[in-house]
């Protein structure tokens, strides 16, 4: 397997695109993560299957958000993806999101190129109002059986929004790499 932060950059996001590299798949309750050590995914825990994925969840290369990993990306398809795929996706916006007490900041993205809904997400208004419900639920109670109360959807904010929380986690890279 390829070392996806050597072999990938972040993508233009100032253009509003950016590469995502697919952890886990909507619907899986499987916490599949990058381990950027070893350079593949590991299996970290499988979560109860109430609290699985409600959309896929990957990164982008290149990036560190400040809990230390790579930046955060909640990626909306109709179908589920494949762990170790990568894309260019389009940015609608950011779920600010605090975990434990650290800033733990998700992208919110859809596929740059989708013909079958005819491209036409192009900020977080054109989601459906019950997916964002349904993805600010999963965020502040997917921990609640283990650690109740240690998550927080902060808000839902939009591209200009996320654009400067990616500008601040490639500075992050940069800076470390």
């Not at 100032?14 to 909507?26: D, R, S, Y």
């Not at 919110?108 to 459906?128: F, H, T």
């Not at 283990?146 to 200009?160: H, P, Q, R, W």
């Amino acid at each position: 397997m390829a070392d996806f932060n050597k072999i990938l950059e972040p993508g233009d996001y100032e253009k509003g695109e950016i590469n995502v590299v697919v952890e886990i798949p909507t619907g899986s309750n499987h916490k599949i993560e990058w381990d950027r050590e070893k350079a593949c995914f590991m299996l970290d825990r499988v979560e109860p299957m109430a609290f699985a994925k409600p959309c896929n969840y990957g990164f982008i290369p290149q990036t560190l958000d400040e809990d230390g990993d790579e930046l955060d990306v909640l990626l909306i398809t109709e179908q589920p993806l494949t762990t170790g795929i990568y894309l260019t996706a389009r940015i609608l916006g950011v779920m600010k999101f605090v975990d434990g007490g650290e800033v733990d900041d998700k992208i919110i993205a859809v596929p740059a190129d989708d013909r079958n809904n005819g491209n036409c997400y192009e900020s977080l208004k054109d989601l459906p109002a019950q997916l964002i419900r349904q993805i600010d639920f999963h965020f502040n109670h997917y921990k609640d059986l283990k650690e109740a109360g240690t998550t927080e959807v902060k808000e839902f904010a939009g591209v200009d929004a996320a654009k400067e929380v990616i500008a601040e986690a490639i500075k992050r890279w940069n800076k470390e790499h």
